[in-house]
């Protein structure tokens, strides 16, 4: 089955401090990966993606992330973690071809604490 | 500069009643989406619309029905609202080739 796990329901780490937010998923086809933030009482805004290519993805906002084929994982870093940063962040999945459809992880809460 | 738009940002229903809730994008794209949130589930996909005219269902479809009557619109209709239905509802759109979503800002449902 198609699926897409965050396993950190919530983080909270220290202004400055580095994160990594964790995401794993289950896809038959070659997958397009991203990740997603949203913060309170909007919509969802994209951080990166990665759909071929070198593995390591840039995005907005100084995130960035790590394609692994073989640990099925597209985790989502950033050196120095801003006040501002605090949010939820969804990991998601699709596929070439495949009329767009996303899956979205369970998704993780970051507190930032000063 | 608008973007993907939804009505109304808020509702409030009673069991039974009927509504329906609008998106319209104004970026010219091919599919649209409509999704709900709810804690801890992440987004389930309700339906979407690859193009104007045609409709399909997502993860969780039951209860809900969708028009694509033009390409920039993409309406979500409850024609008997349940308790269950009590989320928030995003809808998105985006190019057949690029994969990203452009979300809207949500609608959130209350129903009572």
């Known amino acids: 089955a198609q699926s897409v796990t965050q396993p950190d329901i919530h983080i909270t780490v220290s202004e400055g401090a580095s994160l990594e937010l964790r995401c794993n998923y289950s896809y038959g086809a070659t997958p397009y990966l991203f990740w997603y933030v949203q913060s309170p009482g909007q919509g969802l805004q994209l951080l990166l993606k990665?759909?071929?290519?070198?593995?390591l993805v840039q995005g907005i906002k100084g995130f960035e992330a790590e394609f692994k084929r073989s640990q099925s994982s597209f985790n989502l870093r950033k050196p120095s973690v801003h006040w501002s940063d605090a949010a939820e962040y969804f990991c998601?999945?699709?596929?070439?071809?495949?009329?767009?459809?996303?899956?979205f992880g369970q998704g993780t809460t970051l507190q930032v604490k000063p | 500069n608008a973007g993907v738009t939804q009505t109304p940002k808020f509702r409030v229903l009673k069991t039974g009643q009927s509504m329906t809730l609008l998106c319209a994008q104004d970026m010219n794209h091919e599919y649209m989406y409509w999704y709900r949130q709810d804690p801890g589930m992440g987004l389930r996909l309700i339906h979407y619309s690859v193009g104007e005219g045609t409709t399909a269902k997502g993860e969780v479809p039951d209860g809900y029905n969708v028009s694509r009557l033009k390409k920039q619109n993409f309406l979500l209709g409850l024609e008997s609202a349940a308790p269950s239905q009590t989320s928030v509802y995003f809808c998105?759109?985006?190019?057949?080739?690029?994969?990203?979503?452009?979300f809207g800002e949500g609608s959130r449902l209350t129903v009572l």
């Open positions: 998601a999945v699709g596929a070439v071809g495949n009329t767009g459809k996303l899956i």
């Open positions: 990665y759909f071929s290519g070198d593995t």
């Open positions: 998105a759109s985006s190019r057949i080739t690029t994969g990203e979503l452009f």
